[in-house]
């Protein structure tokens, strides 16, 4: 007989088992439909609307060109996703892994995601939430104490910037941030290294001085660099990609990205 009472279900579009860039050690990893953002880097464009969406993809044999739709974004509930997720209870146990719950957005479906972390903590599974942390208070208060590591995005220090190139405002995010840090939460940083955009000296500088006090309570910084991976995606669901002539930063350039964040005296890694 189940143990759960099912009070909602969550709209789920992708979940990744053996993942190793989603935390530490081997995870699964959720993907939540729906995000408030809309950067212009985003790999996951799929997630971003807060519904189920068909896209068309395209498969060539020889002189073939076959298409067929697909649906992004399911509705799941908690025992479905509890289901799936211990199946790798081995591996999360053998490598200090766990699951993570990423998007998307998975603070834009709070309770789906309360209901999860609380069923994970009985289950004895390792949690992490990788979340932009464009929340009300509410919400990061209620999620603060059931998760065992927040991978929080940071991004653009500049409001402005970061209203051009991600839709909102960073004043939600900033403080939301500070609140997890004074929760004494643990908090790894993730930074995407976008080219031209938040790898200036301006941005880098700015986020230095933003973590500075903060540093001795956070517990390692993620360069992330950019990679073109999800261009194909945005022509399956009949979207324009904003970044189409944006490289990939170089080996030289990230190593002095670390160099610099170093300086914060936190661990810092390129990659997840």
């Avoid at 200036?200 to 500075?212: M, P, Y």
């Amino acid at each position: 007989m189940s143990s759960f009472i099912i009070v909602n279900k969550g709209l789920i579009f992708d979940i990744r088992r053996f993942s190793v860039h989603d935390g530490p050690g081997i995870r699964t990893t959720v993907f939540f439909k729906g995000c408030p953002l809309t950067c212009w880097w985003c790999h996951n464009p799929e997630g971003r609307i807060p519904e189920p969406e068909t896209s068309v993809r395209n498969t060539r044999m020889e002189e073939r060109l076959f298409q067929r739709n697909e649906i992004a974004g399911r509705t799941m509930t908690p025992e479905e996703v509890l289901n799936k997720l211990c199946k790798d209870r081995v591996f999360y146990e053998e490598s200090g892994g766990g699951v993570t719950f990423s998007g998307g957005e998975p603070l834009m479906q709070a309770e789906f995601l309360e209901e999860l972390l609380k069923e994970c903590r009985k289950k004895e599974l390792r949690t992490a939430v990788d979340t932009c942390g464009f929340a009300g208070e509410k919400v990061i208060r209620k999620i603060a104490p059931l998760a065992d590591l927040f991978l929080f995005d940071l991004k653009l220090l500049d409001d402005a910037e970061h209203i051009k190139y991600t839709g909102v405002s960073n004043r939600v995010i900033l403080e939301n941030f500070r609140i997890l840090i004074d929760a004494r939460r643990p908090v790894s940083v993730r930074f995407p290294v976008i080219p031209g955009i938040t790898d200036t000296v301006k941005n880098s500088e700015s986020l230095i001085r933003f973590l500075a006090p903060y540093s001795e309570k956070i517990g390692s910084l993620h360069l992330l660099p950019y990679h073109g991976a999800g261009k194909g995606k945005y022509a399956r669901f009949g979207k324009k990609y904003p970044l189409e002539d944006i490289k990939s930063p170089d080996k030289a350039h990230l190593e002095r990205m670390k160099e610099k964040f170093g300086e914060l005296g936190v661990p810092v890694r390129i990659g997840g």
